[in-house]
């Protein structure tokens, strides 16, 4: 149901630069329209390139095939690296920051000049790092642990892009100070506040990133020589940092899609609320886990970092885990679909792209990103995958089955809006998270089952072809079939990428211009424009709200976590070390 609003009295002093949204009634600033295209664009860019290498990766990894040679496959690696996790994400990320602080908030941007100027930074620093990755100078990927080194100018682009990024996530604090002392705003919408949470993690978390990088730039000057166990420490403070961020943000999306797509509210907004407290209190918190191979960490650091800190961390997921099902369950119940357990699930707009991404993102989030991340964070289960192909599959269920793809849903909104025009090839966008979401659990199913098998990750090759010991025990047929099914999986979700990009492009530069967008089927926005807002949000009832499916759902989750660390404590007793 779409729902037309008149529009609003212009507001104070701005009012030239504001136009009202005949889709959600939301009061856009102009000058911060420009900005968020331009950063979709930019990070849709990003994920086009990441996406063309990502295929010749699939196709090198798959050992049948071993499309590229050694030296091409660690450029191709080292590039995809940096701009999937951090070019993607990040304009993506800082795109939404300044969605958030504006349109959400019915407010202007504070310094759209500024604004400007960080965003070119972000795009100049980009290129500057591509050019290096691409051609050659930066192979050792974008951790280039000491005493390895990337040309300098690799450090130079990332601090330009980063130096932009905290400027970025800094000007979205001020901005939201500025809006809620000029509008009056004594509570933040929660995708708000989550946005929040998200900056505040990404300020403490790029500081870190300049403390491990401008070092490593002059250690690659040949000025300084940084010590590796340090430089590992910091980077990890930034590198696992990061993918709180990235946390924040998709659980920011998932409350907002929930919104869009059938009208969700929170069961319990203070408590989601704590839940996002808490990803700011765990910051650091299981950072170790990339360090367990290190000489440098105690062992009570390590015991007590990956298990009761890791644990207290996780807890702020579980209750997003539960809020999000159960406020969409009691959407649809109160919408009238309350047969048995899960009418309200078979009447969900699954042909909805923004749903469909929801729920793409979420289940595969939940099942496979969260619990094997669990299991892997245990200081002695890890030491059955560590540095394998595992950990690859690992974060690509995080950051890509869950972030990317949630951060896709909420572009099939944000975009067409901003663009004033319609979603092109709405049909395209409707199997696109499927297909992207099918492939990829192929992807991660090989990429794990080849790292359970022992395949190294960063490697171009399982049997080592071009070292001077070769080594055999790897290539064994139950691998061949492992990296075929990485390679088959790897061209499914490629292609279910690109068409996400394609439906992008062409709704940005050739979809019909409107004034009302289309953007297919929106849920009620639940008190989207605010408290003065005309939409009428479902009642969850004057009995509170229900949700014995969501509960039931839970239940089969918990079961399985229950299933899956009992398996990988099997697989530790099978391995003969005596640490079963
Ligand atoms: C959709 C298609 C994708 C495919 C087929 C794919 C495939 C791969 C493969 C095979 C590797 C492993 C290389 C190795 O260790 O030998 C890899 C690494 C990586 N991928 Fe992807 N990927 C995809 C999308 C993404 C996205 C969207 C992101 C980020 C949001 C991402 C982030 C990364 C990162 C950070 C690495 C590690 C690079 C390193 O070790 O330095 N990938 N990818
Ligand atoms: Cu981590």
């Known amino acids: 149901m ?62 049948a095939v071993q499309l590229l040679p050694a030296e091409t496959y660690y450029r191709v690696v080292s590039t995809h690296g940096v701009v999937m996790l951090v070019f993607w994400i990040v304009f993506f990320e800082i795109g939404a920051l300044i969605f958030g602080s504006t349109v959400l908030l019915n407010a202007r941007l504070t310094g759209v000049r500024f604004a400007w100027t960080y965003s070119v930074l972000m795009a ?56 809620k002392r000029e509008k009056a705003i004594t509570s933040l919408p929660l995708v708000v506040y989550a946005l929040l949470t998200a900056a505040i993690i990404a300020i403490w978390t790029l500081l870190h990133g300049a403390a491990a990088y401008v070092p490593a730039l002059l250690q690659s000057l040949g000025w300084i020589e940084v010590d590796p166990a340090v430089y590992r420490t910091l980077f990890w403070a930034f590198g696992h940092g990061a993918q709180q961020i990235n946390l924040a943000a998709m659980v920011a999306c998932w409350y907002a899609l929930a919104a869009l797509t059938v009208g969700a509210r929170p069961v319990n907004e203070g408590l989601s609320r704590f839940a996002f407290v808490l990803y700011l209190i765990g910051i650091n918190m299981g950072s170790m886990h990339h360090l367990l191979v290190d000489p440098g960490p105690g062992v009570e650091t390590r015991i007590v970092n990956t298990s009761y800190l890791m644990y207290a961390a996780l807890l702020g997921s579980l209750i997003h885990a539960f809020s999000i099902p159960a406020a969409l369950e009691s959407a649809q119940r109160a919408r009238g679909h309350t047969k048995g357990l899960f009418g309200w699930l078979r009447h969900a707009p699954w042909g909805q792209p923004g749903f469909a991404a929801l729920m793409v993102s979420f289940i595969g989030f939940g099942f496979i990103a969260g619990v094997s991340g669990v299991l892997m964070g245990t200081m002695q289960l ?19 089955l869950g972030a990317t793809v949630a951060f896709m849903g909420l572009a099939y909104y944000v975009v067409p809006l901003v663009a004033q025009r319609d979603l092109a090839l709405p049909r395209l966008a409707r199997i696109q998270p499927y297909l992207y979401g099918g492939g990829l659990l192929m992807l991660i199913g090989g990429l794990m089952a080849a790292g359970k098998l022992g395949a190294p990750r960063r490697s171009w090759d399982v049997s080592f072809a071009l070292s001077p010991i070769s080594v055999d025990v790897l290539n064994t047929p139950l691998m061949a079939a492992a990296t075929t099914l990485l390679g088959i999986g790897g061209i499914v979700a490629v292609t279910g990428g690109s068409l996400f990009v394609l439906v992008m492009v062409a709704t940005v530069f050739f979809g019909r211009r409107s004034d009302r967008p289309a953007i297919g089927q929106l849920g009620i926005v639940a008190g989207a424009a605010g408290p003065e807002s005309d939409v009428q949000i479902p009642d969850h009832g004057g009995n509170g709200w229900q949700s014995p499916g969501t509960t039931t759902l839970v239940f089969i989750f918990l079961a399985w976590f229950v299933v899956m660390f009992l398996w990988a404590f099997a697989n530790l007793a099978k391995t003969g070390w005596g640490v079963g």
């Open 124 to 179: 100049v620093g980009a290129v500057t790092t591509v050019a290096t990755t691409l051609s050659g100078k930066a192979n050792n990927m974008f951790t280039a642990y000491p005493p390895l080194t990337n040309h300098p100018l690799f450090y130079v682009g990332v601090i330009l892009f980063a130096v932009g990024a905290l400027c970025g996530s800094s000007h979205f604090v001020y901005n939201v100070w500025v809006a």
């Open 2 to 63: 779409t729902t037309a609003r008149t529009p609003r009295p212009p507001l104070m002093a701005f009012n030239e630069s504001f136009r009202a949204c005949n889709v959600t009634g939301y009061q856009v600033y102009t000058p911060a329209q420009r900005l968020i295209l331009f950063h979709a664009v930019a990070a849709v860019l990003s994920l086009a390139l990441g996406g063309t290498l990502a295929l010749l990766m699939a196709l090198t990894r798959w050992q």
């Open 382 to 400: 890890n030491m059955l995958i560590h540095n394998t192909l595992f950990v690859v599959g690992h974060f690509h269920a995080t950051v890509v």
